[in-house]
């Protein structure tokens, strides 16, 4: 069964609407920084793949005929970083399952894996919350030390 949600008349802005567009944008400023703090823990993590994974790799995959090197690999840093960044959008499994082979099973591949993740994506998730939260903040102490005591938002009933 199908219920509709309630409808706000046309031609009205809510001047709350207006304030979170405005507070989002001012913010995007801060996600420059956050993208040089992405890069940077990419960057590190790409290199700490390579210390770690390219003498594995080079064993399983180079050294033995019948197993094929992967796409993606920790043999030379382009390859690393774009494995990385792979591994921080959710594609991790495969991946795994591909340094693992190469390790013949040894069980530190999971820890930096499970590492990277927790490093990258919570990092730098929270960072991002925390920007936005700060935004909001300095809005409604500006709007406190403003003097205006009645709300920004005014609520539409139909």
Do not use: Q
């Not at 703090?37 to 590190?44: E, N």
């Not at 820890?111 to 936005?132: D, E, H, K, P, Q």
Request: a negative charge; hydrophobic letters at 45%; aromatic letters at 12%.
């Amino acid at each position: 069964m199908y219920i509709p949600a309630p409808s706000v008349p046309s031609g009205e802005v809510l001047e709350h609407d207006e304030g979170l567009i405005d507070i989002i944008a001012e913010s995007i400023s801060g996600l420059v920084y956050l993208s040089v703090i992405l890069g940077v823990v990419i960057y590190a993590l790409s290199v700490i793949g390579m210390n770690l994974f390219k003498p594995p790799y080079e064993d399983h995959y180079l050294n033995n005929p019948d197993a094929e090197m992967p796409r993606w690999n920790y043999i030379d840093f382009p390859h690393s970083f774009i494995l990385l960044f792979r591994i921080l959008c959710g594609e991790w499994i495969e991946l795994l399952y591909e340094t693992l082979e190469a390790t013949k099973g040894n069980f530190w591949p999971v820890i930096f894996y499970l590492g990277a993740l927790v490093m990258g994506n919570f990092l730098i998730l929270n960072l991002f919350l925390a920007l936005l939260l700060n935004a909001f903040g300095e809005e409604s102490l500006n709007s406190k030390s403003d003097g205006d005591d009645e709300p920004k938002c005014r609520s539409v009933r139909g």
